[in-house]
């Protein structure tokens, strides 16, 4: 069982900064792949971004170049750096750990989201 609490989320101007922390407790953190999702009002959840194991990270169109993705293994923390914030990027944003078992069960799990507002 992993349980995961984000934080970091506000609001911020347009062009602007933001880094969220997602801290995870329970066992075997290094192993899973990190995620973070959006949900916009009335949009589906979206992937953002997400770092594996092995530290390789993939990233959504709309924000390459702008946000990061990054792991401490021993905090057993996720980040997301957040550069030059957009409008569109306001949404509330979900940290995610995931991984398949060696017996083949998927383990999955979500924290309670926190807010982020880009708005001038």
């Known amino acids: 069982q992993v349980q995961l609490v984000e934080s970091g989320g506000g609001l911020v101007q347009p062009g602007g900064s933001l880094r969220l922390s997602c801290a995870a407790s329970?066992?075997?953190?290094?192993?899973?792949?990190m995620n973070w999702y959006r949900q916009a009002p009335g949009k589906q959840r979206e992937l953002v971004a997400s770092?594996?194991?092995?530290?390789?990270?993939n990233y959504a169109d709309s924000v390459k170049g702008r946000f990061a993705i990054s792991r401490d293994n021993a905090k057993n923390t996720v980040y997301l750096q957040m550069n030059n914030l957009k409008p569109e990027d306001t949404a509330v944003y979900y940290c995610?750990?995931?991984?398949?078992?060696?017996?083949?069960?998927?383990?999955?799990?979500w924290g309670q989201g926190t807010q982020v507002t880009v708005s001038s």
């Open positions: 329970g066992s075997s953190f290094s192993i899973y792949t």
């Open positions: 770092v594996t194991s092995g530290d390789t990270t």
């Open positions: 995610n750990a995931d991984r398949v078992t060696l017996g083949g069960r998927r383990l999955n799990y």
